[in-house]
């Protein structure tokens, strides 16, 4: 009887069990199906936002030891004295500074010639040539200064060229933008009959609870001083502006840029130049792409966050560049938009083909890099300027002979290799010069 | 005249530019959009093939210098004294390869039962008993083997102890899948009048060229065989298979093992037990990540495409997990499928609520890790199944406390430190053991 009963249930779970395998069926039976491995490049999957948080656990890993040591002998990380000593020599002269206050006269310059160009007063002509000398003074006059004053460190002439650069791109932005605003005010008004609008500036651009200004109504202190202090070299009559300040993302940021500003300062502080080994390039990578994070997504989100900034596209994925000319026009977006902008488009409307209008952007690229880095070191070397002209045989091997992960390997490996050389060059050439002469003049 | 048609000239430009600016006027006016940097978690962006090339790089770059100054000494990077030595004490005696030529006996005696089961010769009970003799058998008589003989090293004894449990869950699937088949054909028959067919059975499966074989045909050498050597654990009648070998793909593989063989081995020779500090936590998830690569994907999808096997789902998107659960359910998914199927499943069906299951996965799980690293190094300190456990209130707490990319770092984190400490436990005791007695008894 009791067996019966065990039977009877047995037989039952039996039952079940197939009733599931049939309904489960393709679960237990054909529990497999053709497919790729996901790291087989044919699988077409890309999702790796783990890799990169590992990333991020790794060099907090291997630096966690760096930090806690300087963290106990300094308190703050990073030993301020010689942060100060970098920017300055004598602590009552600070020469870059003054030099950024000067350059307000510029912005001022270049409101003033819009002004008066909008009501009339002075001719295209006499615009663009006072353009011309205000935008020409932008780049002589700091790099004259720095070249001439004996106080400034390389490390304060860096920082003030590169604000005076921003400026000249900025400037030179806002007259052409100006410039066409005009051309556009000309054209409507010949061609009214035909009630024919320009479409761009009647557009609402996703801009909330902002008024829409019409040319010359732009012309103020307060809209060209929101365009020098916002993150972007391309100016605009109406940016696209972000409904409000998110505060817990604008805490993250600013936590973020002062972090990491003290992680990059203790990894320079680790590669003391007289240690510079070739073998030091992965160091000087890993504050390369600390510095991009730094700069284009903490500091460049913070101030547009501040500013109620809307489009923060100030990168692209260069990390998944397979070719050079990838790389080169995603991971600067601002100075590659104005590239685009101001240089290379006009280029094309006046009639150049496209191969000389972009190896006009890399040459002006090239003249830019040389400019921030010769002038403060005072050493015309050209090791900048050949470094990115390099890039053009570069770009040309690789877009021949590398397709798909072996190009983005390519780019990686120029990344690694190349900049650190460009780096070396330049910091050899230096203390040759600098401790070498040193060294003469205590013998003599 | 000439200044005329200069200025003729001029204005043909500037209606060129305009129309320009009319036709590209979003371009030229609003080149500025509202949106967020990619790297913001709001932005949706995932796509980071990149950096995963990155690593790669980095990794090579990093052990370049290892690996040419062993090609220099050894000529072929490792020295294989020292690995043959990992594997023989004695080169006249092979015990874990015996061991492993044994292994066809437990192969041949499941075949034979299932055999005596398909034409009903032995009952289900007795089916059931000799099945769970030659399963026990395959658990008990290497690790006996292992435990006694004295001429099997450590390393030979993991190698022999994991084609073991291959095995054992192997021929516990191909058990499961026969048993069912034949309550199929029971059902089947039971309810051949409402022509109920079995839908699993008769689907095509993507099989193009081979023969749909139907229980009992399956029960051949040929077939048994062909499941044990592919790179699966749960059997079916008809595998998926590729239409062809790719000699590329199989070539690119196997490239990929041999030079990944002999970089893990090289680490390891770097990591040498004596001098092994905490610290060496990287050097060892270096090890365990490259292992990963090496075994499922270069070997799995080598003796896949070798035997035209075609689901290639090895692993799934682990680097991405937030929550442990999701780790251990998606790195190794030969195992999770097993698990799932012949353990989870059925346990469900038997009225198992979804924890106790969930926990007695883990608990089977915890005895294997223990079984294969205990039996070998004759220790039994249960550091390996405590490690395993410790995933339970580890997965507990990073599900409750961490989300998104936070839960990732918490993932790799308890990776990178977990998995390390757990290496070192077995090392210093079998170091302590080993050395301290070898100490003892020269000072006897």
Chains 1, 2 share one sequence.
């Not at 010689?82 to 009552?92: A, E, M, R, T, V």
């Not at 020469?95 to 510029?106: E, K, Q, R, T």
Request: with cysteine.
């Amino acid at each position: 009887m009791n067996k019966n009963h065990n039977k009877h249930a047995q037989n039952n779970l039996h039952t079940h069990v197939i009733s599931y395998c049939l309904t489960h069926s393709v679960c237990l039976f054909s529990c497999h199906k053709l497919q790729e491995s996901l790291l087989s490049s044919n699988s077409g999957y890309s999702n790796y936002r783990g890799v990169l948080n590992w990333c991020v656990v790794m060099l907090v890993l291997s630096n966690a030891r760096l930090v806690l040591e300087n963290l106990i002998k300094y308190g703050v990380l990073v030993d301020p004295i010689q942060i100060i000593s970098l920017f300055l020599k004598d602590p009552y002269s600070w020469p870059a500074l003054c030099l950024i206050i000067v350059s307000n006269v510029f912005i001022m310059a270049a409101l003033y010639i819009e002004r008066k160009l909008s009501v009339g007063s002075i001719s295209e002509g006499t615009g663009t040539f006072l353009h011309c000398i205000n935008l020409a003074a932008l780049l002589f006059v700091p790099a004259g200064t720095v070249l001439i004053l004996t106080s400034i460190t390389p490390v304060g002439g860096v920082l003030a060229l590169s604000v005076f650069t921003i400026l000249f791109l900025k400037l030179y932005s806002y007259r052409d933008v100006n410039k066409w605003c005009r051309e556009i005010r000309h054209a409507k008004a010949r061609t009214l009959s035909r009630s024919h609008s320009c479409p761009s500036v009647h557009k609402a651009n996703g801009t909330t609870g902002y008024t829409h200004v019409i040319y010359p109504a732009n012309l103020t202190h307060r809209d060209i001083y929101y365009f020098i202090f916002v993150p972007t070299l391309c100016y605009e009559l109406n940016f696209p502006r972000s409904p409000r300040i998110r505060k817990r993302f604008l805490l993250r940021r600013l936590l973020e840029m002062v972090f990491l500003m003290q992680l990059i300062l203790g990894l320079i502080q680790q590669v003391s130049p007289p240690l510079l080994p070739v073998l030091l390039q992965v160091p000087n990578h890993f504050i390369w792409l600390i510095f991009f994070y730094w700069y284009f997504h903490s500091s460049m989100n913070f101030v547009a966050e501040l500013m109620q900034f809307g489009d923060r596209e100030f990168y692209r994925d260069w990390w998944n560049s397979e070719t050079i000319p990838y790389f080169w026009s995603n991971w600067n977006i601002p100075v590659h938009k104005w590239c685009l902008r101001h240089f290379y488009k006009p280029m094309l409307v006046k009639g150049v083909n496209k191969l000389g209008a972009q190896l006009a952007v890399f040459f002006l690229s090239a003249f830019f890099h040389e400019y921030l880095v010769s002038v403060p070191l005072k050493m015309f070397r050209l090791w900048a300027f050949l470094g990115m002209m390099a890039q053009i045989p570069l770009a040309y091997f690789v877009g021949r002979f590398l397709r798909g992960n072996y190009g983005n390997a390519a780019v990686w490996m120029s990344l690694i290799i190349g900049q650190p050389i460009a780096v070396l060059m330049y910091v050899h050439d230096y203390y040759v010069l600098h401790y070498e002469s040193a060294a003469e003049s205590t013998a003599a």
